[in-house]
């Protein structure tokens, strides 16, 4: 059974940071890539970044683009959600979800394994 265990959220500051983790099991690590998404109250989920499995590939959102980073570490099955410079629009649920493959920002159409989600609120 596919299982994806975010961890990592919390209350923050605008202008800090936070890490978030996603840990997998279930399936090959390896062998799928990994994603980000967030859904703020009100608003559609929305992709945020993406690591690929196949190459370490990574994507991100125009909106978190140089302030979130993803990486992987194949051997605890765990992929992290680096936020820095943290904004009040940053406060939603994040969602990690794995699928496949991923070469661009993922998208709330593909199809995806989806954990549990872990609250993030950024204060200004």
């Known amino acids: 059974e596919v299982q994806l265990v975010e961890s990592g959220g919390g209350l923050v500051q605008a202008g800090g940071s936070l890490r978030l983790s996603c840990a997998a099991s279930?399936?090959?690590?390896?062998?799928?890539?990994i994603g980000w998404f967030r859904q703020a109250p009100g608003k559609e989920r929305e992709g945020v970044s993406c690591?690929?499995?196949?190459?370490?590939?990574?994507y991100y959102a125009d909106s978190v683009k140089d302030r979130f980073t993803i990486s992987s570490d194949n051997a605890k099955n765990t992929v992290y959600l680096q936020m820095s410079s943290l904004k009040p629009e940053d406060t939603a649920t994040y969602y990690c979800?794995?699928?496949?493959?991923?070469?661009?920002?993922?998208?709330?159409?593909?199809?995806?394994?989806w954990g549990q989600g872990t609250q993030v609120t950024v204060s200004s």
């Open positions: 979800a794995a699928r496949d493959s991923c070469a661009n920002v993922p998208r709330v159409d593909e199809r995806y394994y």
């Open positions: 279930g399936f090959t690590f390896d062998d799928y890539a």
């Open positions: 690591i690929s499995s196949s190459d370490g590939g990574t």
